[in-house]
Every structure is written in C-alpha cells, then in structure tokens.
C-alpha cells in the first residue's frame, strides 16, 4: 500500500472517531481545536485530532497510555508522533501536563487545567478538587511565607478515602 492509501485509511478511521467520548467532549471543542490549529498555521491532521480526542477521554493520561488509546484507531501512528503531537498542542494552549509523582508527565486539557490534584499513594487514584478546597493553604503560604503558590501545578498525595476505610496505613519509606 503507498503511503497516500495509508493516509485515506487513516483519515476514515478518524472520521469514526465517538462523537462524544466523555460528557464534556463536543462538536464545538472540536471547532474550536481545529481553528486554534489552523489560526496559527498548522495542519489539522488526524493524528492531532486523535491525541486530542484521547486526552479529552483519558483525562490524566501519560503518552503511553495516550498512544495506547490512539492505537485502537489508528494503529500506525508511532509514540513518537504522539510525543511531537503534545509538545505542539501544548505549545498552542491546547492542553497542559503535569507532574503526579515520579515518571512521565500526564496530560489534560488546558481548558479543564483549573483544579488541584490528589493523588492516593496506595491505589493511585487521582482526584480533581477545586482551588477554593486549597485556598487556606495558600492564603497561609502568601501571609505567612510571602509565597505566592500556582495552583494549576499543585499534587497533594495522602491516602483516598477508600484506601483509609479499607486498611490502616502502611509503614513505609518516604515516597516519590
């Protein structure tokens, strides 16, 4: 097959991509991606359109699980292409990572970067909290430190409430 028939191919399976892969996933997200790519000279193609389609969904998700959901459609698309496809969302404001401990950074959509993370270190669970659930914290760090904290970059790690009614805490080290 030539390299232009695998371009067709794939350009029809984006074409089936769910309309709606979670509850905040629209046909104007989808606009409205496609036009930020466009307005500042890029290509929309399907693989951008299917790495954003796979944070969109994944929601906290490292690119390896990103290409991992992108191969279910597309299962020529390399990590590499995923990897340059972040860096190029990112860059255009599209969608912003972070750090959830040691490993590789995960991504989200930047439009829904406004929240906090908890992090439960026995099960992994990662738990979205409005800033407001911070602001003594940060009000503290300000007044008492002169520390003026960005929250959009804040990972508190503890135990889940599930985790603490099912065991008592484990004895560890200290963690990453």
């Known amino acids: 097959m030539t390299r232009a028939g695998k371009r067709v191919i794939l350009t029809r ?7 709606r ?4 996933y629209s046909r104007a997200m989808t606009q409205a991606w496609d036009k930020t790519l466009r307005a500042r ?6 693989q951008r359109q299917l790495v954003l389609a796979a944070v969109t969904k994944l929601e906290h998700a490292t690119p390896e699980e990103i290409w991992a959901d992108v191969q279910q459609t597309a299962s ?11 860096e190029l969302l990112e860059q255009l404001g599209l969608v912003t990572h972070t750090h959830l401990g040691h490993g590789a950074p995960r991504y989200h959509l930047a439009a829904e970067a406004d929240h906090v993370h908890l992090v439960c270190a026995e099960c992994g669970r990662i738990t979205q909290v409005p800033p407001e659930s911070v602001a003594p914290l940060v009000s503290a760090l300000e007044r008492n430190h002169g520390f003026q904290t960005d929250v959009g970059h804040l990972t508190v790690f503890g135990r889940c409430e599930t ?3 099912g065991a008592p805490a484990r004895e560890t080290g200290p963690t990453a």
């Open 13 to 19: 399976r984006a074409a089936m991509l769910p309309r």
């Open 21 to 24: 892969p979670h509850p905040g």
């Open 41 to 46: 000279g890029y290509r929309v193609t399907p």
């Open 76 to 86: 020529g698309v390399n990590i590499s292409t995923i990897y340059r496809a972040l």
């Open 163 to 165: 985790c603490r009614a």
